[in-house]
């Protein structure tokens, strides 16, 4: 789930992961670009909640992508 969407300066994303390890979050422009680092954690099954610091990114639409062993997850997520 995302909070705060549309977003300015910051958005909040609550996630499950049904087993342990690594995960990706990244937000992308309308060509795949990276707009912030990707985030890169290791994490444990189960609720998961983190804060995307987003005061650097520009107002537009863009994508979140949570990449996990378990699968992709995909959101539209507009900046303003």
Known sequence: ????????GAAEIKFV???A???QIAITDAMGRNVLPVQEVLLPAGA???CLDLSKVRPGAYLLSI????????????VE
């Open 1 to 8: 789930a995302l909070f705060s969407n549309p977003a300015a």
């Open 17 to 19: 992961l049904p087993m």
């Open 21 to 23: 390890g690594p995960v």
């Open 48 to 50: 998961h909640q983190r």
């Open 67 to 78: 990449l996990s062993i378990a699968g992709r997850a995909c959101l539209k997520i507009s």
